[in-house]
C-alpha cells in the first residue's frame, strides 16, 4: 500500500502518491455512464489515478497508516469548522512521527503587500487585496441555474485565510508537534519532492509539522 497521499490534489497525479481530489467534475467522471457523456464535453479530464475524496468527510484510507500527508492550496477554501475537521483527519491517517505539509496563500504576506501599495500611493491597493491577494473578493454574484448550481457545490472560493502563528495555534490543538515554517522541497521526509511545486511556495505560506 502507498503510505503517502495528498488531498485536493487537482491534477497533480505522481504514482508515489495517493491522489484525492473533492470536485464535483471528477464525481461525474468516474460515475460509468455519466462520465463517457461528458467526455465530449471536458476540455480536461482528471487522470485515472486521482481517486474522489473528501478530507472533511473522510479519505478512504485507515487511520495510522500514512507516513506523509500533503496538501497544496487546499485550505484556504475551507470554512472555520471544516478546517477544524480536516487537520483533525490529517492527524489521525498518519502513523506516529508522520509527516504533514501544507502550502496555502499567507495572510500576513498579502497585509504587508496591501500596506505597501498603500503607502506608494496605489489606489488600487483595496481592490488588489480583495481581489489578487486574497481572492475574497466577488466581481458579482452568480445568475441563473447553473451558475448557482456551481456556486453552491463548486469550491473554489477561498472561505477563511491564514498567517502563521493562527495556523500553528490550530495545528497544536489537534496534536501535531515539530511544527515550523517550512520552504519548498526542505521536507525532512524526501518524498514530498515527488509532490511539491516550487511555483505554488511563491508569497505563501507553508508549514511541516509531525504527529
Given at each position: 500500500m502507498n503510505k503517502y497521499c495528498q488531498y485536493g490534489c487537482g491534477f497533480s497525479n505522481p504514482n508515489e502518491f495517493l491522489n484525492f481530489d473533492a470536485s464535483p467534475t471528477l464525481k461525474m467522471q468516474k460515475i460509468p455512464l455519466i462520465g463517457q457523456l461528458l467526455k465530449g464535453f471536458m476540455s480536461t479530464k482528471f487522470p485515472l489515478n486521482i481517486k474522489v475524496g473528501d478530507i472533511v468527510k473522510g479519505l478512504p484510507v485507515p487511520n495510522n497508516s500514512m507516513k506523509g500527508v500533503y496538501c497544496s492550496h487546499v485550505l484556504e477554501h475551507l470554512a472555520l469548522e471544516d478546517l477544524r475537521i480536516a487537520l483533525k483527519n490529517s492527524y489521525d491517517i498518519l502513523e506516529k512521527d508522520g509527516v504533514f505539509r501544507c502550502v496555502l496563500p499567507d495572510l500576513q504576506w498579502c497585509c504587508n503587500e496591501y500596506l505597501k501599495q498603500k503607502n506608494l500611493g496605489n489606489i488600487d491597493a483595496a481592490f488588489l487585496f480583495m481581489d489578487e491577494y486574497t481572492m475574497l473578493g466577488k466581481h458579482h454574484r452568480?445568475?441563473?441555474?447553473?451558475?448557482?448550481?456551481?456556486?453552491?457545490?463548486?469550491?473554489?472560493?477561498?472561505?477563511?485565510?491564514?498567517d502563521y502563528e493562527s495556523l500553528k495555534l490550530e495545528l497544536e490543538k489537534v496534536g501535531f508537534k515539530k511544527i515550523r515554517r517550512a520552504q519548498f522541497n526542505d521536507s525532512i521526509d524526501s518524498h514530498f519532492k515527488f509532490v511539491e511545486e516550487e511555483g505554488r511556495f511563491h508569497n505563501c505560506l507553508a508549514i511541516e509539522c509531525q504527529k
Open positions: 452568480p445568475k441563473g441555474i447553473m451558475n448557482r448550481i456551481k456556486a453552491l457545490y463548486g469550491n473554489s472560493a477561498h472561505l477563511w485565510m491564514w
